[in-house]
């Protein structure tokens, strides 16, 4: 894999919010982290959060979904 490849790869994580969008996603999280709930709570919350990136409802890898 290229230093382009990692760029891109880079791009495709960032999606359009580019870094402002990664730092507000950053701090969602440690909203959610320093918040009230169990950690089954604020896993769930984060993983939706993360889902949600760009508010096009991305799926997250490894989140959900049927096993099988």
């Known amino acids: 894999m290229g230093l382009m490849d990692l760029i891109d790869k880079a791009r495709e994580l960032l999606g359009d919010g580019g870094i402002d ?16 709930g169990s950690v089954l709570e604020k896993g ?9 990136a760009g508010g096009e ?7 959900g979904g049927s096993k099988g």
Not at 21 to 36: H, P, R
Not at 57 to 63: C, I, K, L, M, W
């Open 44 to 52: 769930q919350e984060a993983i939706e959060s993360v889902g949600d």
């Open 57 to 63: 409802g991305g799926d997250v890898p490894g989140a």
């Open 21 to 36: 969008g990664l730092t507000d996603k950053a701090g969602e999280l440690s909203d959610i982290v320093q918040g009230d």
